[in-house]
């Protein structure tokens, strides 16, 4: 098995769409955001990031508080904060070495549940997106677990594009929501955060 280290760190900047009194909690100093650590989140756990992209942020915190029921008080006020990230040593998806890694991470664990005559969890579509990947978590989360046992060097964050929407176009390929998201999987490759400006 190849753990070779996927890429090198480089700083970025990420934005975080949140609840408006968190968002200022964390900018005041007076906390940290938490890791997400749901069976679905794509990238596995941790701190999740739209890079480059406030506005899509800012939508995805609009989304949760326009729909969501459990987490209506969570997003009591859709808000958006800035993030400078050290990547670190990152599982960048949209390179073909960590792609690889992510391919063998899955049929290791599809052996693993077979031998044991259990079913693999499953992606799930909601509203034609595919949105709940409780596979693709298992299949990321197992990964970080083989390196850690193995011990090789653990990944910091993960990075990868995320196909969202509906076409711009009849036959494009381009999709309204797409964007690229980054999993931050401990806080300390965050640098700092800062406010953004203008409408947001």
Known sequence: MNFSATSNGSVLIGYHGCDRETGEQVLAG?????ASTNDYDWLGHGIYFWENDPERALQWARSVWRHGKKSRSAVAEPFVIGAVIQTGNCMDLMQTHS??????????????????????????MIGGELVLRR???AVVQSLHREREEGGYAAFDTVRAAFPEGTPLYETAGFLERTHIQICVRHSVSVLGYF?????L
């Open 135 to 137: 596979l693709d978590c």
């Open 30 to 34: 007076e906390t940290e955001l938490k």
């Open 99 to 124: 792609i690889r890694l992510v391919r063998d991470a899955y049929e290791r664990l599809r052996t693993v549940y077979a031998e044991a005559g259990t079913k693999l969890p499953q992606n799930r």
């Open 195 to 199: 406010r953004v400006k203008g409408r």
